[in-house]
Every structure is written in structure tokens, then in C-alpha cells.
């Protein structure tokens, strides 16, 4: 078993692939540094990150296949699976020889493997776009806290910086303890452990208020379903909820 | 009256509305401003009902004129009444929506004084939301039934969506238990609507052509710019018109509505019929007595709804004066099917995408992916579970490289039974809202052109 190991970055794994493609050997995982556990049987190949070559396995995912598959392969490498690597690997070597004709191997494993991968976290990031919940703090900037699954943070901003244009936010992953934080021109995702500052205002305790007794009136009691809604809303993000905390 | 008390008050009578869909909207944040619509409608929350919220949804008022017998709002009921400002709307608009919980605005009334007293009303919230506080979120707004056709085309170009309800399936239902509401004055806005709507879209489209050729042929000056003006007025009601309709309140059987619904679809441009299980919160001789809302039927008539509009099919299809309601226990594309067995089975690896579409069990996204993946080539029973296919309905009326894996002959009361037992261990689990309440198809788009614009 041959196993590249990369630093864990995207431009890490994508030096991986291209290093991979040109390699006599080729690799059985393209894994994580940190996720490699000692095996007996492995022969390692420590990846050093090449900028370069990253570009080009990017630019030629572009070209040669499509942009949505290289949207797909960076929404799997942010799902952040211990076999992303290895999964993007073996889909990029059948997108290479047949284009963008990729999209309808719909019976292929390889292709199935990272189809599903890269919609549980378009799916996770369109849920987050609803679920994100801003309070208003001292400061005058709206702080929102989550826990995704996958590290999805670059995708979230965007669209708050669109829609919250004329707000200064704070988006923070806590379990990954980075933000993305908006200045009403910019933004940019940096290390964030200290929540400490984040200190709400009577306005921001009313607004809660309302919103929960909005949230109480608007449910039909004769309809009453409370595992549909766990379904559609899953426990695990109702900690960040204010009408569910 | 307390805030609070108020938003319970009016939230509390809006929801019986069924509509928060917030999707068919592109409407961009400008400079300044604050909010943008997504297409594909978002999700911000599920109440405990199971349905999906979106949008702020609420009545401008409670107190009503009208003492329409199956409305909870009714003038002859003992209930607190209240009303907002358009000045508390704009604001809780505005600070819900600054802090995710909302996509938007769903403002409904009752009516209070007159129609056009209440409209007016409406009108003058909803462009407080746009100009004074450049709110350019997703807005649904109710048109209130009688009111002026002018006040409905003002009011249209600062919404997204705009419905009116036409609540019962017939006019003498609804001249039975809503007598003072004229079915005219339902559908008469109905048609300011639409009208407007198919007006804009060709403004549109003109202007676009025109500036177009004006650009190619050099020339430049006032004439362009009169077009950018027509171009940039606001849109009307770009998400479309909408309106709902109670189901067990009143006689009709399935067929009935589903023709209404056929109706308002080809001839109004309707983007949505919502249908609304009859819940009893008034006690009324008139009233049908019903132990439980009919929400298995409320359930198949969504189902049918989608065969309208996605999947080509004609109510005259599905039903029939025979038979005027579905078999409660099959959903209306099985029951269609085991009605039409002569045009089963099919071969998977040959069949055009229309009829794989009237395939129990296939729907459009597993149809797509059969016709894509079938260029790559033959497709065996094995394929078809990756794609989506609920095999344990399309088994029977398919055949995969010839061969055909139901197991049982082709005779309708053999399958009918396999397909409603099948079926009834899914009773419990109905998503009966889930599905309808707002269309996500779409949501990989959402997420798409995020990372596009990244």
C-alpha cells in the first residue's frame, strides 16, 4: 500500500494528485499527515505542498472538466473525511479522460462516492444560510455562532456579505475556532477562540423575545409533529437556535 | 398593546396560511441597502408543527368585517383583536431579518373598515420596507379580496409574490360559508395580477431587445436612457402569483379541485395552489364534523398538484367523474398507472423521458439521471437503485435489458394491493408539509452560485 500524505490543505492534496498522476507508483490514499495512523504494511510518501502544481490541477479541473466539478471536489475536500483525498483522486482520473461527460456516470462508484460527499456539504451549507442566528452585541456587530460538520465557513460568508451589507458580523465555527468576520467591505476568515467580548443589549434581549413568541404562535397545535421537525431540523444545531435553546 | 402581545396576537391568526415559500426571486441588495432574495428559497427554521418557517408571517390586522364561517377571525368571534403600524412591521421586519431568523415578509389581513381601507394600509407598509429602509428582502403580500385594481398594481411592484385565497373550491361553497365575500372580488384581483404580470414581462422583454438594436445601430442619447428607466422600474410581482384553497370544508370531491387548480395554472400563470386541510376552529351548522383535518387527502392532492406541473399530466388523467376522488391509499401516479396498465411495462433502456416519467417510483431527478447515464451505457436493476429510483413501486412497470423484476403478473388488483401496503407503512412518517412548504430543489443552485461568486 502506497500512501501520499499531504499537510491538509487544499493546494497540499491538490500537489498530491499532481504528484500522483506523474508518479511510476501510483498511490492506493491520498491522506491527511494527521490522519495517518503507523501501519506495517505502508510505504509513505511525504507530499511537500507545491503551489505550482496545485494551480495546474486546479486550472486543468476548470478547463478539461468543468467548473462544477471543481466546485464538487473543493465541497468534498471541505467535508474534511479522513478519505477525501483518496475519493478526489480516483474521481479526477476518470474526469480526465472523459470531460465533462463525467456528470453522467451516474452507475460509477468513484463518481457516486463524491457526488454524495460534496452535496452532504452543499446541503449542510444551504441548511446553515437559514439556521446562522446574528445577535446584536454592544459593539454594534452581529455575532453568530455554529458547529458544522464540515468546514464551511468560505461559503457561508459570501452570502452574508451580500445580504448583510451594511452590518459588521462575526460568523464562528467554534469546534474549529475560526471566524469569518465582515468589516461592511470585507471579509476574511481568521483564528477566533474569545467570545468573551461578545456582550448582548436589552434591544438584543427583546428582539429574542419576540422572535420566540413568534416561533410559539405561528406552529398549528391540531398538526403538531415534533419528529418531522427534528428531521428537517436535526437536534445538533439547535443549541445555536434562540427559539430552540 | 404591547408589542409582544400584538406579534402573538397576528401571528397566531396568520397561521392557517399555508404558503412561506420564499423561492422564484432574484432580487439583489443595492448599495446601501439591506437583503437580497434567493432563488431558492431559504429555510430559517421549523416550528413544531413541522412546518417550514421563512418568512415573517403575519396579519396586519385581526379585525374583521367579514364573519366568514370557517375563519377563526371571524366578526362574531370572541377573540383578542389587535393591529400593527406599518411602522412596527417595517421594524420587526427589519431586526428579525438583520439577524437571520427571516428571509422576508409574509403580511396578510383581515378586513378592517373596507377593502381598500386595508389594502391601503398594506401598500403604505410595504413601501416604508423598500424606500425608507431599502429592505430588498423577499416580501409576500396578500392582496385583500374587493379591493381597487389600482391600489393592487401599486403595491405589486414592491412585492416579490403576491396571492389572494380563493378558499373554497366552488362559488356556492363559498357563498354558503363566506356570503359576504363575492367570488368576483377574488378573482377579479386575481386577474389584476396576472394581467400585470404577463404586461411586465413583455415591458421586459422589449426593452431589453430594443435597447439591444439601439446599442448595435450607434445611436445614443435620451431614447436609450427612457429605456433604461423602463428597464430598471420595478419589477412586478417577479415570484409570481399564489393562492390557496381549504379541503374538507366543503363537497367538492378530488376531481373538482384538481380541474380549479388545472385552471388557475394554464390560465393565470399561477406559480402555486396550496391546499389547506380543513382544521375546525368555529362550530357552525354549515360545518362538516371532522374528528382529524384530512391530511392524507390534503397529501394527495399535493401529489396530484405535482403531476400538473412538473411531470405533464392533465387532471382529466388522474380522475374522472367515475371516479371522483383518489384511492386514499395509492399515491395518484400508482393509481393512474394500475388504471392504465396497457402502457406497462416499459424498457428502462429505451423508453422517452415523458413516459419514464409517469413511472411510479421514478421521479424527475431519477429520470434524468437514467436518460443521462443510459449514453454511457445499458442500464441493469442494479443501476437504478443509485439513482434515486424507489424500486419497490417502479418494479412493477418496468423492464431493465428485458427482464422484469416485479414478480408478479401485471393485473391491476395484484398491484394495487402491493402498492398500498407498501405504501401504508409509510402513513406515519408523511413528511405532509415538508415537501411543499418550500420548493429546495433548487438548493445545490444556492450553494452553487455561492461558490461562483466567491
Known sequence: ?245 | MELMNKLKILADAAKYDVSCSSSGSSRRNKKGGIGNAAVSGICHSWSDDGRCISLLKILFTNECIYNCTYCVNRAGNDIPRASFTPEEVARLTINFYRRNYIEGLFLSSAVRKSSDFTMELLLETVKKLRREYKFNGYIHLKAIPGADADLIEKAGRYADRMSVNIELPSRKSLNLLAPEKKYNDIISPMKTISTNINKDKKRLSSSKSVSKSRNNSGSEGNRVSENKNAQYLNKFVPAGQSTQLIIGASPEPDYHILKLSEGFYQKFNMKRVYYSAYIPVNEASRLPVLKRPPLLREHRLYQADWLLRFYNFSADELLDKKNPNFDINLDPKANWAVNNLGSFPVEINSVSYQQLLRVPGIGVKSARRIIASRQKGTINFEHLKKFGTVLKRAKYFITCDGKYFGGVPLKEELLRNRLAVGDSSQKKQLSLFADYSNVDNNFMDTANNIADKK
Not at chain 1, 23 to 47: C, G, H, M, S, T
Not at chain 1, 101 to 127: A, F, P, Q, T, W
Open chain 1, 1 to 245: 500500500m502506497i500512501y501520499y500524505l499531504y499537510d491538509g490543505s487544499f493546494s497540499g492534496m491538490l500537489t498530491a494528485i499532481y504528484d500522483a498522476f506523474y508518479a511510476d507508483d501510483k498511490p492506493d490514499k491520498i491522506i491527511k499527515e494527521k490522519d495517518y495512523q503507523e501501519n506495517l504494511f505502508a510505504e509513505k510518501v511525504n507530499i511537500e505542498t507545491d503551489k505550482e502544481k496545485s494551480d495546474k490541477v486546479y486550472q486543468a479541473i476548470a478547463d478539461k472538466i468543468s467548473s462544477k466539478s471543481l466546485r464538487k471536489v473543493y465541497y468534498t475536500y471541505l467535508s474534511e473525511k479522513e478519505d477525501r483525498g483518496t475519493v478526489i483522486y480516483k474521481y479526477l482520473k476518470i474526469g480526465f479522460k472523459v470531460g465533462r461527460e463525467i456528470d453522467k456516470y451516474y452507475n460509477n462508484d468513484s463518481v457516486l462516492k463524491l457526488k454524495k460527499l460534496s452535496r452532504k456539504v452543499s446541503g449542510e451549507i444551504h441548511r446553515m444560510l437559514g439556521l446562522l442566528r446574528f445577535k446584536k452585541t454592544a459593539g454594534d456587530i452581529y455575532y453568530a455562532s455554529c458547529e458544522p460538520d464540515y468546514n464551511i465557513l468560505s461559503l457561508l460568508a459570501p452570502h452574508f456579505a451580500r445580504r448583510l451589507a451594511d452590518q459588521n458580523w462575526i460568523i464562528h465555527d467554534i469546534s474549529r475556532k475560526q471566524a469569518a468576520v465582515f468589516n461592511q467591505k470585507e471579509w476574511v476568515i481568521t483564528f477566533f477562540d474569545d467570545d468573551n467580548q461578545i456582550k448582548i443589549t436589552a434591544e438584543e434581549k427583546n428582539y429574542q423575545k419576540l422572535w420566540k413568541g413568534f416561533f410559539d404562535s405561528i406552529a398549528i397545535k391540531n398538526r403538531k409533529n415534533l419528529k418531522l421537525q427534528r428531521q428537517l431540523m436535526p437536534e445538533r444545531y439547535w443549541k445555536h437556535l434562540i427559539e430552540k435553546d
